[in-house]
């Protein structure tokens, strides 16, 4: 099977933006738990953190829905990369900024998925971002 038909950005871009809005909607849904686990206990404040949280990621996942059917071609694959990359320093600095803050997190294999998931849209973009472009002329 051809690599450039697995590496699909608009495919991508959907199973990315799925993870991304179901993470954040059961974060919201279940921010009482998460404030409690990420603090030790839980107050209004913490569980307002979660869910802030919660609706932060929800709304990477609509960006994600939206570049999978709004952009195509030269550009979608542009933008998975660049996107793939900006996810990755935000969850490599949610694993460096927070534990500074007295937030637990909930262990270093919670970036494996992140990992795999922006390595696959950012591989994706890599694969078809010259796609859309002419020949040059002989």
Same mark, same amino acid.
């Given at each position: 099977?051809?690599?450039?038909?697995?590496?699909?950005?608009?495919? !991508?871009?959907?199973?990315?933006?799925?993870?991304? $809005?179901?993470?954040?909607?059961?974060?919201?849904?279940? #921010?009482?738990? !998460?404030?409690?686990?990420?603090?030790?206990?839980?107050?209004?404040?913490?569980? #307002?953190?979660?869910?802030?949280?919660?609706?932060? *990621?929800?709304? *990477?996942? $609509? &960006?994600? *829905?939206?570049? #999978?059917?709004?952009?195509?071609?030269?550009?979608?694959?542009?933008?998975? &990369? #660049? +996107?793939?990359?900006?996810?990755?320093?935000? *969850?490599? &600095?949610?694993?460096?900024?927070?534990?500074?803050?007295?937030?637990? $997190?909930?262990?270093?294999? !919670? $970036?494996?998925?992140?990992?795999?998931?922006?390595?696959?849209?950012?591989?994706?973009?890599?694969?078809? &971002? +010259?796609?859309?472009?002419?020949?040059?002329?002989?």
């Amino acid at each position: 099977m051809d690599i450039k038909k697995i590496f699909q950005p608009k495919i !991508w871009y959907i199973v990315c933006g799925a993870a991304a $809005l179901l993470g954040g909607i059961e974060n919201i849904i279940n #921010a009482e738990t !998460w404030a409690e686990s990420a603090w030790g206990s839980y107050n209004d404040q913490s569980i #307002a953190h979660e869910t802030f949280f919660g609706l932060i *990621f929800a709304g *990477f996942g $609509l &960006m994600s *829905f939206v570049s #999978a059917f709004v952009l195509s071609g030269t550009m979608q694959a542009k933008f998975a &990369m #660049a +996107n793939g990359g900006v996810m990755l320093l935000i *969850f490599i &600095m949610i694993f460096v900024v927070l534990p500074t803050t007295g937030y637990n $997190l909930p262990g270093i294999a !919670w $970036l494996i998925p992140p990992f795999i998931l922006m390595g696959a849209l950012i591989t994706s973009g890599y694969l078809h &971002m +010259n796609e859309d472009e002419m020949p040059a002329a002989e």
